[in-house]
């Protein structure tokens, strides 16, 4: 009888040391990427420069736009409400002998985020991106 312990033999294993050192590489290039992608949403974020107490610049309330919008989609300007399609269609009537440079919006706090990206987009293309957000102090 003839044993098969001979030591010219191959072994025909395969070496899994390699697949294994790429394995936890990839594994650790995942771990320290994954934290890095989940905390960016893909938002350009405003960049905020602020003015320290006392430079305030002046504003001129004659060139200043103040609208109201109410949470039923109303716009009040001037003390007078116009439904929403109705300002955007008399915007030009009402706006036509003021200068203006600056538009404020008072938006109620249960307005719907569509009507008042509605109204400030309307601004926006008639030249107004110069549009600011009212909100009251606690």
């Known amino acids: 009888?003839?044993?098969?312990?001979?030591?010219?033999?191959?072994?025909?294993?395969?070496?899994?040391?390699?697949?294994?050192?790429?394995?936890?590489?990839?594994?650790?290039?995942?771990?320290?990427?994954?934290?890095?992608?989940?905390?960016s949403v893909?938002?350009?974020?405003?960049?905020?420069?602020?003015?320290?107490?006392?430079s305030h610049e002046k504003l001129d309330f004659d060139k200043i736009l103040v609208l109201g919008l109410t949470n039923k989609g109303q716009i009040i300007y001037k003390k007078k409400k116009f439904k929403l399609?109705?300002?955007?269609?008399?915007f030009r009537d009402l706006t036509r002998k003021l200068d203006i440079t600056k538009v404020f919006i008072q938006a109620d706090k249960t307005v719907s985020y569509e009507n008042l990206l509605?109204?400030?987009?309307?601004?926006?293309?008639?030249?107004?991106?110069?549009?600011?957000?009212?909100?009251?102090?606690k």
Do not use: Y
């Open 85 to 90: 399609s109705h300002f955007i269609e008399s």
């Open 1 to 39: 009888m003839q044993t098969s312990d001979n030591n010219d033999s191959w072994l025909s294993e395969i070496n899994v040391t390699p697949f294994v050192d790429i394995l936890l590489v990839l594994l650790i290039i995942f771990m320290v990427t994954a934290p890095i992608m989940t905390r």
């Open 118 to 137: 509605h109204l400030m987009v309307f601004l926006n293309n008639q030249g107004h991106g110069n549009i600011g957000l009212v909100f009251d102090k």
């Open 42 to 54: 893909g938002v350009n974020l405003p960049k905020e420069k602020l003015v320290k107490a006392g």
